[in-house]
């Protein structure tokens, strides 16, 4: 394995595989499958954005007992929507966003509010598809064609984003949208190596490398992860 700071190609890809095998090793390898059809999928990750998971949810059972269908959700208006999500982050904008996807999906498929066309595309058409869309950027896009339809892509949320930059496998300055394509390019191109490697780094964000302060003491990366390297066993910071 190579040492902490060896960030050639060779050394982060070998650091990549030892990530996605210690993660594995400690919360499984998980086999893929849908969590849920892919316009709910979609809506949920729009309602998602700096939001709780529980949060979101909620939001989302509010919105359905309220209107009852796509349809219903579609022709209502703005306001009613917004009332319905209020609790989520950025209410206004996304009950807009909802909205505006729900009335372009109808209007592209002619009257149809299903998505499931997307897995007849390659990724590359879907991705363009998807975020040509008001509120879908990369993110909710590229978590939408691997969670429903098994492509080659790797989501990267706000967890990958930061545990992967404490591992030091991107750079301090590399943004969410651009470590999309540098992490994927570092793991073998496999949808369920993706899916693991996502599912796991999220739970791993969520449990062990919280943002406020990393619980180095119970995690399984402290021997491949520069922060631990250069913060905790030098003191800096
Ligand atoms: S060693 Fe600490 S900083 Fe590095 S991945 Fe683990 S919890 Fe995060």
């Not at 009257?111 to 595309?121: H, M, R, S, V």
């Not at 991107?170 to 590399?174: L, R």
């Given at each position: 394995m190579a040492l902490p700071s060896d960030t050639s190609e060779a050394a982060l890809k070998a650091k990549a595989l030892g990530v996605n095998r210690r993660l594995e090793a400690a919360y499984g390898h998980k086999p893929w499958r849908p969590r849920r059809d892919a316009l709910r999928e979609l809506i949920s990750t729009i309602l998602s954005h700096r939001t709780k998971s529980a949060t979101e949810w909620a939001a989302m059972d509010r919105l359905w007992q309220k209107y009852g269908s796509w349809e219903g959700i579609r022709d209502a208006p703005v306001e009613g929507i917004v009332e319905a999500i209020y609790?989520?982050?950025w209410a206004e904008r996304k009950g807009l966003s909802i909205k505006r996807v729900l009335q372009i999906i109808s209007e592209r498929r002619t009257?149809?509010?299903?998505?499931?066309?997307?897995?007849?595309?390659p990724v590359e058409e879907g991705l363009e598809w998807l975020t040509s869309?008001?509120?879908?950027?990369i993110k909710t896009a590229s978590l939408v064609l691997l969670f429903n339809?098994?492509?080659t892509i790797l989501p990267v949320d706000t967890h990958l984003h930061r545990v992967s930059m404490r591992l030091g496998l991107?750079?301090?300055?590399?943004t969410p949208e651009q470590a999309h394509e540098i992490l994927a390019h570092l793991l073998p191109p496999d949808p369920d190596i993706y899916w693991n490697y996502h599912v796991n780094m999220l739970q791993h964000g969520r449990e062990i490398c919280i943002w406020s302060r990393p619980r180095c003491e119970k995690c399984v990366l402290t021997g491949i992860c520069d922060y631990y390297h250069d913060v905790r066993l030098k003191g800096k910071g």
């Open positions: 609790s989520v982050t009257g149809e509010l299903n998505i499931d066309f997307l897995a007849d595309l869309l008001p509120g879908v950027g339809f098994h492509k991107i750079g301090p300055k590399v």
